[in-house]
């Protein structure tokens, strides 16, 4: 009787620990999912502020220059001031493979800025847009090959959905552009549709892969260095090009009240970053990037009300789709990071139910990695020709 006294003991506080387990882990996520919401706020506020610089006549990479210079800058000032920071910026106590990493993640940030830019030259807005935003599926498919997250299907819904109501959004919005003509008004034909095509396609799985690589990076280097080095990508990259097309960056060049204006969406960018940073070292890289493309609706709803754009039922209808997948994603019961809790195979239920299960051996769960996303500046660049 003693023994059976010990084991239903046995049982139950197992029990009462697992549902405490769960609790604690849901609200770790529910955390970072409003984390994440808040950066794909920040992120679109900013690409409004910035959009009033580009109607001052001010080039979208001059704006992307300043936005990155802005981030490096004041993250440096924070990381300079911090002796524990500035030894986590500087890879410190980490091999090699570490440095190789981070100096991978900046890399893959450069080329889909860079790779975005060429493609709004050279298609459509909207359909650059769209094929930019298909980030989401990618990011599900590398998450799951790299770090060994689990595919779900409200996962793979969410992410389908969301691409849908991104493209109901752009070509709403973009609708000015006409159908076949690029932003510059010349028409495009066959050879620059298929390169435009190839760029913005590149760019979207650079995204992701920028995504899944920081996530492998985890909260070694910390979100206040990740979003400085990604601002200092972000001016390293963009710099050299202004300077070679001969788009005017120096100061004196930029009216001062431009300059302030550059400098609220640098600090909206950074705040982003930061949150974002933070939420995706409680959230899965799959979903975050989902409530990534909240920033769409958002700017949507902020142009109506500040630009007085006028609404359209086919981009209200895709903003709608898009809270409604993030809102999926938000509620399903996601496997958590393997370093925030330790739920057993048989514990994920209903919809979230992995269809491929996360590998045990993988660099996910031997680092504990969980980090971050400093979104390249693109999205805010195919926002600021929503009208």
């Not at 949507?300 to 409604?324: C, D, E, K, N, R």
């Not at 496997?335 to 590998?359: C, F, I, K, M, N």
Request: glycine letters at 10%.
């Amino acid at each position: 009787m003693a023994r059976a006294a010990l084991s239903t003991l046995g049982t139950t506080s197992g029990a009462l620990h697992g549902v405490m387990g769960a609790a604690s882990v849901g609200m770790v996520r529910s955390v970072g999912a409003l984390l994440v919401v808040l950066s794909a706020l920040g992120f679109a506020m900013s690409s409004i502020i910035v959009r009033s610089a580009a109607d001052a006549g001010l080039a979208t990479l001059a704006i992307t220059f300043y936005v990155g210079l802005v981030r490096f800058a004041m993250c440096l000032l924070f990381v300079l001031l911090r002796g524990d920071v500035r030894k986590r910026a500087l890879c410190a106590g980490h091999g090699w493979d570490f440095v190789a990493l981070c100096v991978f993640r900046q890399a893959l940030g450069a080329v889909s800025i860079l790779g975005a830019f060429a493609a709004f030259a050279k298609i459509p807005i909207g359909n650059a847009t769209v094929l930019l935003f298909t980030s989401p599926v990618w990011t599900t498919a590398m998450a799951f090959c790299w770090l060994g997250e689990p595919i779900t299907r409200t996962g793979q819904i969410a992410a389908v959905f969301v691409c849908a109501g991104v493209a109901l959004v752009a070509h709403a919005s973009a609708s000015g552009d006409g159908d076949g003509v690029a932003p510059d008004g010349v028409a495009v034909d066959a050879t620059a549709a298929v390169v435009g095509t190839a760029l913005a396609l590149v760019a979207s799985l650079s995204d992701a892969a920028f995504l899944v690589a920081t996530r492998a990076i985890g909260p070694r280097q910390g979100s206040v260095p990740l979003t400085m080095w990604m601002g200092f990508s972000i001016s390293a990259s963009t710099g050299p090009l202004c300077v070679l097309m001969g788009i005017p960056i120096a100061p004196g060049s930029v009216a001062s009240r431009t300059l302030l204006i550059l400098f609220a969406g640098g600090i909206a960018s950074l705040l982003a970053n930061v949150a974002l940073n933070c939420g995706l070292e409680k959230l899965e890289a799959a979903p975050a990037n989902v409530l990534g493309a909240l920033q769409v609706p958002i700017a949507y709803v902020l142009q109506l009300a500040i630009m007085h754009q006028a609404a359209t039922p086919s981009a209200t209808f895709g903003a709608a789709v898009i809270v409604v997948c993030a809102l999926l994603v938000t509620l399903a019961k996601g496997e958590p990071a393997p370093s925030l809790a330790s739920a057993a195979p048989g514990d994920v239920e209903g919809d979230a139910q992995p269809l491929l299960g996360a590998r045990r051996d993988s660099p996910h769960h031997a680092t504990g990695g969980v980090a971050v996303q400093s979104r390249p500046a693109w999205p805010a660049a195919a926002l600021e020709h929503m009208e």
